[in-house]
């Protein structure tokens, strides 16, 4: 174990920003949830999905990562809403059990499809962004990962004020309390579930552009952001858009940090000690009375 001052400083540098990352990808997973009732366990895979079209983009079309978001969200948007179409609203009446066999076995569909086409090996893409870094004393932080910080608190709030402020953000929160409610009030109830599940994927794309300049791509690797983004809805409360801000930063700090002070087999120690608490002691969440 290393408890070094430079050394933990780096972690709490690195587990701010990765966590801002964190939070951007279970904002969608909880809007999802808060509105359906669905854990969609292939989130992770449709992040994968969005990290091969931005990695396309940027290695085989010459794009800058950061443009590519007028891409990726579109069709990440349109991917959500194509699946959302043909698979999960035909069994939303459906009991719970059969929705997660459903979402599971579409992870596995999207990521064994991935290896069919782009085999298993890592993929990664060079532009000018990724050797930019500055110091803070003895600790690095490097460019990319604070602009990926940036834009997805940004991106955290815009969604937030959608929400908040617009009549198809209304109507997703009201579809969210009481379906039949908002029925009742004139509101399209299916029209706004398909938005709300586009929106949550929509998340994704914006993660995979600014992810893209610092992270790699692979088929497996919507198995650990997916696993993440579960703890994190978990921790932060289930549909609780604002404890899945709070909870990507401590999984993000516990993260970082558990890879800097523990040993490699061990670095995920602190991630899943603080989730087993939580289950035992607040299994509604850390916000869960907070929710919007």
């Known amino acids: 174990m290393v408890f070094s001052p430079d050394v933990i400083l780096q972690g709490l540098i690195s587990g701010i920003l990765i966590g801002g990352i964190f939070a951007l990808l279970s904002v969608g997973l909880t809007l999802i949830w808060g509105v359906m009732r669905i854990i969609n366990f292939a989130h992770g895979e449709f992040f994968m999905v969005a990290m091969y079209i931005v990695y396309f983009l940027v290695e085989k079309g010459g794009w800058d990562p950061y443009l590519t978001l007028i891409v990726s969200v579109p069709l990440i948007f349109l991917f959500g809403v194509l699946v959302y179409r043909s698979t999960i609203q035909p069994i939303l009446a459906d009991p719970a059990m059969n929705q997660i066999m459903l979402t599971l076995g579409l992870s596995i569909v999207l990521s064994a499809g991935a290896q069919v086409l782009f085999s298993a090996d890592p993929l990664f893409v060079v532009t000018k962004y990724n050797r930019l870094v500055f110091n803070i004393g003895p600790a690095v932080v490097r460019i990319p990962q604070l602009i990926a910080f940036v834009g997805s608190g940004l991106t955290a709030v815009l969604l937030y004020l959608f929400l908040q402020k617009t009549d198809a953000g209304r109507a997703i929160r009201a579809a969210s309390q009481d379906r039949t409610a908002a029925t009742l009030m004139g509101i399209d109830v299916e029209r706004t579930f398909l938005l709300a599940f586009g929106l949550g994927s929509a998340c994704l794309g914006v993660a995979a552009s600014l992810m893209i300049s610092f992270y790699y791509v692979s088929p497996t690797v919507g198995a650990f952001f997916g696993q993440i983004t579960f703890i994190i ?11 899945a801000l709070v909870g990507g930063q ?29 289950l035992l002691f607040k299994p509604q969440g850390l916000l869960s009375r907070t929710r919007k």
């Open 233 to 243: 809805v978990v921790l932060g409360g289930m549909g609780n858009f604002i404890g």
């Open 250 to 278: 401590i999984i993000g700090l516990t993260e970082a940090l558990g890879a800097a002070i523990l040993p490699g087999s061990l670095s995920r120690v602190l991630t899943f000690t603080i989730f087993i608490l939580v």
